[in-house]
């Protein structure tokens, strides 16, 4: 079966001390080089089945259920979800519905909401100065990327997991879209944004994926998502390309 492959070519920089910036960049081969198990492209072919195996997959490589804080076994041996209110017959279907829809907007809500609350708490008591953080950087944090392709609609997106074991005691990664004009690291190409990641004290990395219109959130939020696994330290994001 001959599935049109496609390549994207990424540069992959970490932000330096001033102005030094490295260049790493990543080139993505088609199918046989895609990541087995854990998404790679997913063909025309693809059903239904196969796409919710592979959400499951995906999540058991990165949700650990012994921590996951959402996850309550009932003493009739399913499991509910405690932030969806959502009942499920086994873990792979709670795995399942952790990649979904309904559980990635609660998530998101719930994230957006800690995230107020923590901006109310620092506001109140701050002098009215910035100050530039100072912390030791330790390096640059592992990351996984995984192009993928939508099974009906043959949308492209890009899938980026970020592994951050040292983060900083209850700090949460931010990212943060950048236009080729907008960052000072390279010379501007029109053709480029970057998203980019920081999460103390890792380096701040950026991704620079191609400057496609994307599909928004709230367009498709089973497809375009984020989660930060707060106990694994996982951060992953997931678009689609327009
Ligand atoms: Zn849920």
Request: net charge positive; proline share 5%.
């Amino acid at each position: 079966m001959e599935r049109p492959s496609f390549q994207i070519i990424k540069c992959v920089w970490r932000f330096r001390s001033r102005c030094e910036a490295v260049t790493d960049t990543v080139f993505f081969q088609n199918r046989a080089g895609a990541n087995k198990g854990s998404g790679g492209v997913a063909g025309a072919a693809e059903t239904a089945i196969d796409r919710r195996e592979r959400l499951r997959k995906l999540a058991l490589e990165t949700i650990d259920l012994a921590k996951d804080p959402y996850i309550l076994r009932t003493h009739l041996g399913t499991l509910e979800c405690r932030l969806c209110l959502t009942l499920h017959v086994n873990e792979g279907s709670y795995l399942a519905h952790t990649q979904g829809k309904k559980h990635q907007t609660n998530l998101a809500r719930r994230a957006a909401r800690e995230n107020k609350d923590l901006e109310l708490q620092t506001q109140v008591p701050q002098a009215p100065t910035i100050r530039k953080k100072v912390f030791v950087k330790i390096g640059r944090p592992g990351y996984k990327i995984i192009k993928i392709r939508e099974p009906t609609n043959q949308r492209m997106g890009l899938l980026f997991t970020v592994s951050l074991p040292e983060i900083k005691a209850g700090e949460r990664p931010r990212r943060r879209f950048m236009s080729a004009f907008e960052q000072r690291r390279e010379i501007p190409n029109r053709a480029l944004q970057y998203l980019v990641l920081a999460a103390e004290p890792y380096e701040t990395i950026a991704f620079a994926i191609p400057a496609k219109e994307m599909v928004e959130q709230e367009e498709d939020p089973e497809s375009v998502w984020e989660h930060w696994d707060a106990d694994e330290k996982v951060y992953s994001c997931q678009f689609l390309f327009k």
